[in-house]
């Protein structure tokens, strides 16, 4: 038997390479994962080895099919999804990384975004253009970045010898030879035009990027390439290609316009579709394309807060108070935060807030203050800032949440999705596979092959394993956002 009923979705996050390969009923059938390192050069600034990107994404998948037991060979179509704005630069002819991957988070570039944002109709332009802010969380002014600060990198891509890519672009060089990404890390950059679906020459002026090193933009469903025959045995076409977030909000089956997801991964990233309008935010949100599929283009509102999971890493690897994500669910059932605020601000905060500057913060400690609270008040972080993405969400569209669709590691926290529920005021579902990113990227690769027709086919594979009801009183809520807002107050620069 050699039908092709098989999807391999490859998931490169920020931590760790992951790869799935689900069957024709969206059925997990065989997963591999891996940790890679991550490099702090110096405070605000975290980088990746590509090499090392690519080491660990090529071995997962292998082993995810290993671990399904299926040959490679019955696999229609590979989707892959991807950490978004961490930039890499490689030489055209040798494939070999200019210098490490600057990662999303890394805040390097905050002087010169700080310096953009003081001319209004600068940001004005970008705003209109990209539905984005100048910040350093994007991709423009870290490729700006490298060509100032590495030798005779800037002179080689006058040259048309540098390439450039965010990370599903090097990965889908690595595997098929293409240079190409979708709209959806293209429209991450702050040089792509999100109503022309074009590289933009004035951005790329402002950021002083020649055109030579960007990939061509597809479809996010579609054909992007095949695999060289020496990686699997065999060729394998890849059929679907999104950044982490927009695969999820599609994993999620949020095809209809109001529909919202939320990912608890090392940041938090909530998004609503907004259908094939652009919605721009009046309250610190982003406006971004969810995905596309021939020349349809759909919209989304995005809100991120960039340290979200990764508290808990934080806890367990630096303070060494827990030893696993687990374990802090346990330790903090029993307790409330004892007037404890944990603001996470490692790098700066993200939406709606938009502070580069903020640094992390804990307030309320006594000397009554235990292990417990802190570790709740670690919970409570992912909460109460996704919580203020929702307030800004709602207000910018108008549209109350019905219900939010969560999914990431840290959504199989019943502590954190039930608080959520509490301060939403509305139901959080939580579905039986929470790796919806990949699921998200199988699924874009199976249209993209023929596999299922269409969302509605999709649709009908998302199952629900619970959802959790608001049960906290009015007065109790008031309290604890009251508190949140103070501790974020004393965690913002005042510079």
């Known amino acids: 038997m050699n ?46 080895d590509p090499k090392e990107i690519w080491y660990s994404q090529f071995e997962t998948a292998k082993q995810a099919i290993r671990n399904a037991e299926i040959d490679p060979a019955r696999i229609a179509a590979i989707g892959i999804t991807n950490q978004r704005e961490t930039t890499v630069l490689w030489y055209k002819n040798t494939g070999e990384p200019v210098c490490n991957a600057i990662v999303w988070q890394c805040r390097r570039t905050a002087d010169f975004c700080s310096e953009l944002a003081k001319d209004p109709a600068l940001v004005s332009m970008i705003s209109e253009k990209t539905g984005l802010k100048p910040d350093a969380y994007f991709s423009a002014t870290k490729i700006r970045w490298i060509f100032d600060n590495v030798p005779g990198v800037r002179e080689r891509a ?11 672009c090097y990965l889908l060089w690595q595997l098929t030879g293409v240079h190409a990404t979708d709209v959806t890390n293209a429209s991450r950059t702050l ?12 951005l790329l002026d402002l950021f002083g990027i020649p055109a030579s090193v960007l990939p061509e933009v597809r479809p996010s469903i579609g054909y992007f390439g095949t695999t060289k025959v020496e990686l699997f045995g065999c060729p ?12 999820a909000l599609f994993g999620q089956a949020c095809f209809a316009e109001g529909d919202a997801k939320n990912t608890y991964g090392t940041g938090c990233f909530l998004m609503m579709n907004t259908g094939s309008r652009p919605v721009p935010s009046k309250n610190g949100l982003v406006t971004t394309v ?12 995005e809100g991120s807060v960039f340290i979200g999971g990764a508290v808990l890493q934080w806890l367990r690897d630096e303070l060494k108070i827990i030893t696993s994500a687990p374990e802090a669910d346990i330790l903090a059932a029993g307790v409330d935060n004892g007037g404890v605020y944990f603001v996470p601000a490692f790098t700066g905060l993200g939406a709606p807030y938009w502070d580069m ?139």
């Open 158 to 168: 006058e040259a048309g010898e540098i390439l450039f890519g965010t990370v599903d």
């Open 236 to 247: 394998i076409p890849v059929t679907g290609i999104a950044g982490d977030q927009h695969a």
């Open 3 to 48: 039908d092709k009923s098989f999807v391999l979705a490859l998931d490169q996050g920020t931590t760790s390479s992951r790869s799935i390969v689900f069957d024709r009923e969206g059925t997990m059938k065989g997963i591999a994962q891996m940790e890679f390192p991550q490099i702090y050069p110096q405070p605000g600034w975290v980088e990746h």
């Open 357 to 495: 500057y903020a640094r992390g913060t804990i307030t309320g400690l006594t000397r009554g203050t235990t292990r417990e609270n802190i570790i709740r008040a670690a919970l409570e972080s992912i909460v109460f800032q996704t919580n203020d993405l929702l307030t800004a969400m709602r207000e910018d569209t108008g549209v109350p949440f019905s219900s939010l669709k969560v999914d990431g590691g840290a959504s199989r926290s019943d502590i954190i999705l039930q608080l959520q529920a509490d301060l939403l005021q509305a139901p959080v579902d939580r579905p039986v596979n929470t790796e919806t990113t990949a699921q998200g990227a199988a699924f874009m690769a199976g249209l993209g092959a023929g596999l299922w027709k269409d969302e509605g086919e999709i649709a009908a594979k998302r199952r629900s394993a619970k959802t959790f009801a608001p049960a906290m009183d009015d007065a109790s809520r008031e309290t604890l956002l009251a508190g949140w807002k103070q501790a974020v107050g004393r965690t913002l620069y005042k510079g």
């Open 191 to 202: 040089l792509f035009n999100i109503h022309t679906m074009q590289w933009d020459a004035e």
């Open 290 to 301: 969810a995905w596309s599929r021939g020349d349809q283009v759909t919209y989304a509102l």
